[in-house]
Nanobody, 124 residues
Framework: QVQLVESGGGLVQAGGSLRLSCAAS????????MGWFRQAPGKEREFVAAISWSGANTYSADSMKGRFTISRDNAKNTVSLQMNSLKPEDTAVYYC?????????????????WGQGTQVTVSS
């Protein structure tokens, strides 16, 4: 079992930055690939970014490339999402997820554990 707790969400003006963090506890953190997803009101949950278990490989949704950066610290059992140049359309609840099973990083069905989410609101 893995427990995930997100933090760092909040209200920011368009063009600003936020850094989300996800703290993991339970089974060996470094065994899992990690991902960030988001869900806006009335919309489906969508892929934001993912990182392999070692941190050697990262993946981002096309709309976030160049603005969002995922990283992890296996010594601290944390994964982070640095978000720059935020836009009002980035407003959503952001979820951290852990992936042990095989399958693509962008498919939420391939993730085994989820956090409760943290709200990000970007004002225009």
């Amino acid at each position: 079992q893995v427990q995930l707790v997100e933090s760092g969400g909040g209200l920011v003006q368009a063009g600003g930055s936020l850094r989300l963090s996800c703290a993991a506890s339970g089974r060996t953190f470094s065994s899992y690939a990690m991902g960030w997803f988001r869900q806006a009101p009335g919309k489906e949950r969508e892929f934001v970014a993912a990182i392999s278990w070692s941190g050697a490989n990262t993946y981002s949704a096309d709309s976030m490339k160049g603005r969002f950066t995922i990283s992890r610290d296996n010594a601290k059992n944390t994964v982070s999402l640095q978000m720059n140049s935020l836009k009002p359309e980035d407003t959503a609840v952001y979820y951290c997820a852990a992936k042990l099973t095989q399958g693509g990083y962008s498919d939420l069905r391939n993730y085994d554990y989820w956090g409760q989410g943290t709200q990000v609101t970007v004002s225009s």
